[in-house]
């Protein structure tokens, strides 16, 4: 079975600097992944996804993931943060397996979430 | 203009008491899941319906009982309530052909004394 490890439960880094939040699958089947972020006290919100074509996505907010098919990994990453970025972050993975020919849905696999902590 | 409701935004309630929370969507998405995030942030699914019928059904207390009256809609009734109980519970929804990609309410923290 499909699982998600999220390698780091906290991540704490300084504004402006560079962060990577890590994310391995543990299938090598076909797989669509997504990266969700939740604010404090809200819900989750899709930040990015990888269904096919370009190995690399990008979020309108400045995070990029990119996918690796030999290593299994979807890790998430920003070269300069913001205070505001300070969120819970959920790599999220559904495979073929649990999607039918027309990717109707089944449920998608979860990490146990990254918590990033901006300081000023 | 709200994509994914619910009903309340703060439930406090007794242990032993019935409670229910709301959700409906308006993205005119065929499935419907609730999940329930515990104080370390952990999600875990709970149900999913498509268009009204239950398709995923993980390991939950048969206390909890999801309804769909319609696929715009799935409640959470819960029965007898427990301290363990206490929790953030969140309504997503899906459309067809994403592959999975979801859209979530904004929770609904159930605090049982």
């Known amino acids: 079975a499909q699982s998600v490890t999220q390698l780091d439960s906290q991540v704490p880094v300084f504004e402006e600097a560079p962060v990577e939040l890590r994310c391995n699958y543990s299938?090598?089947?076909?797989?669509?992944l997504f990266w969700y972020v939740q604010y404090p006290n809200q819900g989750l919100q899709l930040l990015l996804k990888?269904?096919?074509?370009s190995t690399l996505v990008e979020s309108i907010n400045g995070f990029e993931a990119e996918f690796n098919k030999s290593q299994t990994s979807f890790h998430l990453r920003k070269p300069s943060v913001h205070i505001s970025d300070t969120a819970e972050y959920f790599c999220?993975?559904?495979?073929?397996?649990?999607?039918?020919?027309?990717?109707?849905?089944?449920?998608?696999?979860w990490g146990l979430g990254t918590s990033l902590a901006v300081n000023p | 203009d709200t994509a994914v409701s619910q009903t309340p935004k703060y439930l406090v309630t007794q242990m032993g008491n019935d409670k229910s929370i709301k959700c409906e969507q308006n993205?005119?998405?065929?499935?419907m899941y609730w999940y329930k995030q515990d104080s370390k942030k952990f999600l875990k699914i709970m149900f999913s319906?498509?268009?009204?019928?239950?398709?995923i059904n993980e390991t939950v207390p048969n206390r909890f009982s999801p309804k769909s009256p319609d696929k715009a809609h799935l409640n959470l009734h819960i029965n007898s309530l427990e301290l363990g109980d206490s929790a953030v519970y969140f309504c997503?929804?899906?459309?067809?052909?994403?592959?999975?990609?979801?859209?979530f309410g904004p929770g609904t923290r159930l605090t049982v004394l």
């Open positions: 299938s090598s089947v076909s797989v669509y």
């Open positions: 999220a993975v559904s495979d073929y397996l649990e999607c039918d020919n027309a990717g109707n849905n089944r449920k998608l696999i």
């Open positions: 319906y498509n268009n009204k019928e239950l398709i």
């Open positions: 997503a929804s899906s459309h067809p052909g994403s592959y999975n990609e979801q859209f």
């Open positions: 990888y269904l096919s074509g």
């Open positions: 993205l005119g998405h065929d499935t």
